[in-house]
């Protein structure tokens, strides 16, 4: 087998694992862990792991001047995008969460037209009308709770936010990854991340029966620890080095479909019309933001 073949391998798992992670996480909220405890399980964890590989990487020095940048990095990227996304799960559901964060590349072109003056094509214009359509369908016409699903409004409410703070995250990380190796950044973006999300996060944490958790409870968490947070981020990294991406973003689209497909089989979450029509979309007006112009040779 190819490099180029296990890089679409390790992609294709990747986005296998964050479509699972909608529901395997909303498993155990708020009955083992709350949302804001959980983030705090995650932040220590995935610090601790890369940290405890860093050492594989090149030793590299931050240079003063990136650190306010390092600061909002961790801020949009392990803070409030975090925080939202999985307070959002424990009011609204699994699909409506991997529908919504499909919006990040809408987020990025919004926020890439407003902070570096990137220019918007008619096409991306109608992509973002779109996609904000659909997830504002999600938003107003959802019903307002569901089976371990209180408030679905706000939950919707709180993805879109996540996805807007992760679309900052990603435009401003950017300078990062071309000065520094990935796990020079990913162990200090994560530490700053465990030191700021201390005071919000550590109530829930404390709260939690370490000592009377069920298996179910336990390997949930850690899937969503070793999994979600610490495993698909090398995947990606690995993918990166043999594709490009462009087509790295295309497997946006599989996260959400899988997500879908698992939350159904297991009872987690039903499919109704207005996921349908908000799902389709979402995904349609992410297909023409990401759609590059193809160029017409003779």
């Known amino acids: ?40 399980l995650r932040v220590f964890g995935a610090a601790i792991l890369f940290w405890a590989i860093s050492f594989l990487g090149p030793r590299e020095k931050i240079a003063t001047s990136d650190w306010p940048r390092i600061l909002g ?26 529908v919504i964060v499909t919006l990040s590349p809408v ?18 214009s109608l992509g973002i009308i ?67 999300n201390f005071p919000i996060t550590i109530g829930e944490f404390t709260d939690v ?18 999994g979600t947070t610490f495993s698909t981020y090398l995947l990606n990294i690995y993918a990166l080095k043999q594709l490009s991406a462009s087509t790295i973003s295309a497997f946006i689209y599989l996260q959400p479909l899988i997500a879908i497909v698992y939350a159904i089989s297991t009872g987690a979450d039903s499919l109704n019309l207005t996921k349908v029509v908000a799902g389709l979309l979402v995904f349609a007006g992410v297909y023409m933001v990401t759609k590059k112009k193809t160029e017409i040779r003779n």
């Open 130 to 196: 779109v996609g904000l359509a659909g997830a504002l369908i999600l938003v107003l016409f959802s019903a307002d709770t569901g089976t371990n699903a209180p408030n679905i409004p706000m939950g919707n409410i709180l993805f879109i936010v996540n996805a807007f703070s992760y679309g900052l995250y990603l435009i401003l990380v950017k300078p990062l990854t071309k000065k520094y190796h990935s796990f020079t950044l990913m162990k200090w973006l994560f530490l700053i991340a465990v030191f700021i």
């Open 1 to 40: 087998m190819n490099n180029r073949a296990l890089a679409i391998i390790a992609a294709t798992i990747a986005s296998a694992i964050y479509g699972i992670n909608h529901t395997v996480a909303k498993g155990v909220m708020p009955f083992h862990i709350g949302p804001f405890g959980f983030i705090f």
């Open 107 to 124: 987020m990025v072109l919004i926020l890439a037209s407003i902070l570096i003056r990137e220019r918007i094509t008619i096409l991306k």
């Open 209 to 226: 029966q370490w000592s009377s958790l069920p298996f179910d409870a336990i390997w949930k968490m850690a899937f969503v620890g070793l």
């Open 73 to 98: 990095c961790a801020v949009f990227g392990m803070v409030i995008n975090m925080l939202f996304f999985f307070k959002g799960l424990s009011l609204s559901t699994p699909i409506n969460s991997s």
